[in-house]
């Protein structure tokens, strides 16, 4: 929650000036304190503790076990982090770590892509930091930048127009990840350059959507999921609307949660009361922020200036059909795979990481035999280790070796 909070702060930043009249972004003290009194209810220990023994009671109604799949790495490092699963009594709940980390299902050919432009001459590469040091074929962005290639990272991709018009002889290229969360930013990017008429700015975009990879999960015969713990940050921005066919389809419950330890109790709960009930359908745990049409102007931005691609490759769920976007024809002009014309490069992942198969949840990261071993968050060998969001960093940050 204090991440999203920051990425709320960051969106409204403009040109490094905060608006005068927010006392909470004006004074730092004054922002962690509104922070803390903002999630800690959601932190409550009687709160946590009352709520694990409703689940742990009803649980016993149970008659077939309970796989839920928490979509978005986020929710993985809160059940990790806060012990979730040890405050459960019943052995028929069980947990499988999805797909929902924007750096994790980056497969390795576009990380290759992004550090090949990286080395082109007069070429300044932004991304966002958690990329750096996901390896690719030739290695990672931040090996590029140990060769010399000028390789930045921003905590805004608005921060991409200072850094354009500071350098309008160089290239700057965004290497812009990211679900539905992260998307409208780009397209703001893309909207200030134009408007501002700066030229040197590309985009290499790597855009993703939620439903479609976990239809692909959900379709895959070894699957054992059946209810799922739905992102809340992505669903800020498209609205509860876009998992009620998968909760039809499927016949699955869908609860979209918080990040905090009562939010996941709480949608853990909702979940065993509908399947006690025999009951599927999708629940907003995370109502204070999320609603069923989601943010109609952030998703009118997106649609401004992006259009669904016919396929892109995930990273351990291979090629998936209309699950990215990609910049309109009439914006081709900033598209840098366009524009650069860089060849593409069939990747092959190693064969001892595991992190294709944690990503489709056929596998922990305690099975995988490099974890915590050969591969460490200072040196990784697969992109789950290195995320903040990864299932791997959260296994390594808060399990057991």
């Known amino acids: 929650m204090i991440q999203f909070l920051i990425n709320i702060r960051n969106i409204i930043k403009i040109n490094n000036i905060y608006y005068k009249n927010s006392t909470l972004l004006n004074n730092k003290e004054n922002m962690e304190e509104n922070m803390q009194d903002f999630i800690n209810p959601y932190r409550d220990k009687q709160h946590i503790m009352h709520l694990s023994k409703q689940i742990n009671e009803i649980a016993k109604q149970l008659k077939e076990d309970v796989y839920i799949m928490e979509v978005c790495g986020g929710h993985t490092h809160t059940l990790m982090k806060y012990a979730i699963k040890g405050l459960l009594d019943s052995d028929m709940i069980h947990f499988i770590h999805g797909p929902g980390c924007p750096v994790c299902i980056m497969p390795k050919s576009r990380i290759t892509q992004a550090y090949s432009l990286a080395m082109l001459q007069d070429v300044i590469l932004v991304t966002l930091g ?15 930048r140990a060769r010399g290639a000028d390789v930045r990272f921003v905590y805004s991709p608005l921060d991409c127009l200072e850094i354009a018009k500071n350098n309008p002889h160089k290239k700057v290229i965004y290497f812009a990840i990211g679900f539905e969360t992260t998307t409208p930013m780009s397209a703001a990017l893309l909207q200030r350059a134009i408007n501002m008429g700066i030229q040197n700015l590309f985009l290499h975009v790597n855009h993703v959507l939620v439903p479609p990879p976990v239809r692909a999960i959900l379709d895959d015969k070894r699957t054992k999921v059946n209810a799922l713990i739905a992102p809340s940050h992505v669903s800020v921005i ?7 066919p998968l909760a039809e389809d499927y016949k699955i419950p869908i609860v979209i949660s918080g990040f905090e330890p009562v939010d996941m109790l709480d949608s853990i709960l909702r979940i065993i009361q509908q399947k006690i009930k025999g009951i599927y359908y999708v629940e907003t745990q995370y109502s204070r922020v999320v609603n069923f ?6 998703q009118a931005l997106i649609e401004q200036y992006f259009e669904i691609a016919p396929s892109f490759t995930w990273r351990g769920l291979g090629d998936i059909q209309h699950s990215s976007l990609r910049l309109k024809e009439e914006y081709k002009a900033f598209d840098a795979e366009y524009v650069f014309d860089i060849e593409y490069v069939e990747s092959q992942e190693s064969k001892h990481c595991l992190c294709g198969e944690i990503l489709k949840g056929l596998a922990t990261p305690q099975e995988c035999k490099v974890f915590g071993k050969a591969c460490t968050p200072t040196k990784p060998m697969g992109s789950c280790m290195v995320s903040s969001e990864g299932a791997c960093a959260a296994y390594y940050k808060y399990g057991l070796l």
């Not at 958690?130 to 590029?144: H, N, Q, R």
């Not at 498209?238 to 009620?244: C, M, T």
């Not at 049409?293 to 952030?298: F, M, P, Q």
């Open 293 to 298: 049409h989601g943010n109609l102007k952030a």
């Open 238 to 244: 498209s609205g509860s609307k876009i998992y009620h």
């Open 130 to 144: 958690d990329m750096i040091k996901v390896p690719g074929e030739f290695g990672s962005l931040a090996d590029a």
